[in-house]
């Protein structure tokens, strides 16, 4: 396995994937899915450990590679968030949904790229507002989802079979099937992003207790009276690692403040691959290891996954957070004493 050897070859997207990927699809075993995505995010990283440097290739091959871990973690994505709406859990999925495409827009992708991404994630959305009974948010979104279409390419059997269930949401919900081509090519390419919707409090965070890497220990008594972020991560996930610096830029804002703080948990399966990167990083975030606590906390579905808690130990339902100062500015405000 190349993960072991970099004489091996790899491969793309990593077996793990694949099964979480028909799972989700058929509804099954769902309880497996999230591990199984974990193992792919390792795998992949092993993988990509043992790849040639790009120094190594000529000039005119660089920048030209398949980076296959930024291409198994939007794979991871979206099946992460497939896997949610199979669950009917359509708040969760939207909060992912939504930082894709906030993450979409800050990046400088090629048009083409770019109009693709937003297309899956605008069909997932329109899912998502499917689910939650937003009849007229899941045609708005769909109908973006197929900007760029042309109705001699809806007309193909391929995209016949693709958009079937659009097409039989649209005819459900006051459509026609003489104005379907007409709607389903007709979507904005600039369909601006759905407005963040108020933090609600749902779930009541259980009793726990378990010490940090630091020593400190940290019960629920510890999260009420102030409004707490709360990141879970691993350090063989390439996209908590790429959220670190911005958690570490809120830690730094927020300490020493009565009413807000910040914790982790790391879900490595050891605790010296966290102490080292910790280290490594100089990274002062609180740090808990509770990888068999962790879930009973707080239930997660892949990684990196954030919430907010309020004072009166009730928390939010997935949150999204980018790696960005702006991100950073939201979560302050967010937990601004007196908001929620």
């Not at 769902?30 to 993988?47: E, F, N, T, W």
């Not at 990196?304 to 130990?313: H, I, L, Q, R, Y």
Request: glycine share 6%; hydrophobic share 40%.
């Amino acid at each position: 396995m190349r993960e072991m050897s970099p004489d091996a070859s790899g491969s793309f997207p990593p077996l793990e994937a694949a099964i979480a990927r028909i799972y989700v699809a058929a509804k099954v075993r769902l309880i497996r899915v999230p591990d199984l995505l974990g193992s792919a995010m390792l795998k992949i990283r092993k993988q990509t450990k043992y790849e040639l440097s790009e120094e190594l290739a000529p000039a005119e091959m660089r920048g030209n590679r398949n980076d296959w871990l930024t291409a198994t973690s939007e794979q991871v994505e979206m099946i992460r968030v497939d896997y949610l709406l199979a669950g009917n859990r359509p708040a969760d999925a939207r909060t992912l949904i939504e930082q894709a495409l906030r993450k979409l827009n800050a990046e400088a992708e090629p048009p083409s790229r770019t109009l693709f991404h937003r297309a899956v994630w605008f069909r997932r959305l329109g899912d998502a507002d499917s689910q939650a009974g937003l009849v007229e948010d899941a045609l708005i979104h769909y109908q973006a989802s197929m900007s760029g279409l042309s109705k001699r390419g809806l007309a193909t059997p391929e995209m016949q079979q693709a958009w079937a269930a659009v097409k039989r949401y649209y005819l459900a919900h006051s459509g026609s099937e003489e104005k379907w081509p007409d709607w389903a090519t007709n979507g904005s390419k600039d369909l601006p992003l759905p407005d963040r919707k108020p933090l609600a409090f749902v779930i009541a965070v259980p009793e726990f207790l378990v010490k940090d890497v630091a020593g400190k220990t940290w019960e629920l008594r510890d999260l009420k009276g102030k409004t707490t972020f709360v990141n879970f991560w691993a350090t063989w996930c390439a996209p908590c690692r790429a959220e670190h610096p911005a958690i570490e830029e809120l830690y730094r804002r927020m300490k020493g403040r009565d009413e807000i703080q910040v914790l982790t948990i790391a879900l490595d399966d050891g605790l010296a691959s966290v102490t080292d990167y910790i280290k490594e990083y100089a990274y002062t975030f609180p740090v808990i290891h509770a990888p068999d606590l962790a879930g009973k906390i707080f239930p997660y579905t892949g990684l990196p996954t954030n919430f907010v808690v309020n004072a009166k130990g009730m928390r939010t339902s997935l949150y999204g957070f980018s790696a960005d100062s702006a991100s950073v500015d939201r979560v302050v405000e967010d937990l601004s004493p007196g908001r929620y």
